[in-house]
């Protein structure tokens, strides 16, 4: 298998899912690899818009490719909710072997008018497109002094019919579903609706990806790449709290000035985090060579 279509379509069929890792510096692109080498896992190295151009769009795909080449390992890059017509364009230009355009701000009819001209430019170069309906609620931060409870909206959960139009007229590969995942680290874990996503999975044919992989317990994360045969798990948040607790510290015990040497306990620290998430989709020992 060689491409990310192949990948998805494998991880659907023997029910784990590909972890989609944001990146936004050279250590936490190395935790991720590091993971992935050490648990011989597929990954998605994935970079918002803001965090793609803080490390370069074409510099984020060089690096991509020189870690694919020493490893061997099946590496993907994914633009991550880009909200711009303009900078999707740039990425399927590049060469992102995943798109995910969302949209799921905007006016229905300004999403699917948007997705009917990125959609065949991005099958145009075989690139994988992942479309969003319905906003998938909060940010990827550190919430934890925050009400859950207060902030998740029901009502707007993804309808499943609805879901199954919006797919069969844009042409997406990959869905991104909500149903009860948030983006985001709150007071408390989300509780999934998993009758939903059941539902969704009955209704839509494509792939489904579930966003706001962390924070979700262990256990329900496990059941809903079951229950929705769910190919693709973002995370992010955990990642970026791991990395910023373990440099306070680091920072705060050490009068070293050179970076370099800061860094190795950093790395490890969002590395054990990837390896966790790895898993617990199930993907270890699928990219064995």
């Avoid at 510096?25 to 992935?36: D, G, I």
């Avoid at 769009?57 to 060089?62: A, E, F, S, T």
């Avoid at 009400?147 to 707007?156: G, I, R």
């Avoid at 939903?196 to 966003?211: A, D, K, N, P, T």
Wanted: proline share 3%; aromatic share 8%; hydrophobic share 40%.
């Amino acid at each position: 298998m060689n491409s990310i279509k192949d990948w998805l379509t494998f991880a659907q069929e023997e029910r784990f899912a590909i972890g989609a890792f944001n990146v936004a510096n050279l250590e936490t692109l190395k935790a991720v690899v590091n993971a992935a080498d050490k648990l011989s896992a597929p990954v998605i190295i994935e970079a918002s818009p803001g965090e793609s151009t803080f490390v370069g769009i074409r510099q984020l795909r060089y690096l991509i490719n020189a870690y694919h080449e020493e490893t061997g390992l099946p590496i993907f890059l994914n633009l991550d909710h880009s909200h711009d017509v303009e900078v999707t364009k740039e990425s399927i230009a590049v060469g992102f072997d995943l798109i995910h355009f969302d949209g799921s701000e905007f006016d229905l009819e300004e999403n699917k008018s948007a997705l009917s001209e990125l959609v065949p430019l991005a099958h145009a170069h075989d690139l994988v497109f992942e479309g969003e309906m319905d906003h998938i609620q909060g940010s990827s931060a550190d919430h934890r002094q925050e009400s859950l409870a207060e902030m998740v909206d029901t009502s707007k959960y993804t309808n499943p019919e609805k879901a199954a139009e919006f797919v069969e007229e844009t042409g997406i590969d990959i869905f991104a579903a909500f149903f009860g995942n948030v983006h985001g680290v709150y007071d408390e874990a989300p509780k999934l609706d998993f009758d939903r996503l059941r539902e969704i999975r009955e209704h839509v044919s494509c792939f489904l990806s579930m966003h706001g992989g962390s924070g979700i317990a262990d256990q329900d994360v496990r059941t809903a790449i079951q229950v929705g045969k769910i190919s693709k798990v973002n995370v992010n948040s955990e990642m970026r709290i791991a990395f910023r607790e373990t440099l306070e510290h680091e920072l705060n015990n050490t009068d070293e000035i050179a970076m370099y040497k800061i860094m190795p306990p950093v790395i490890d620290a969002v590395q054990k985090v990837v390896e966790q998430k790895i898993m617990i989709f199930g993907s270890e020992g699928k990219a064995k060579k």
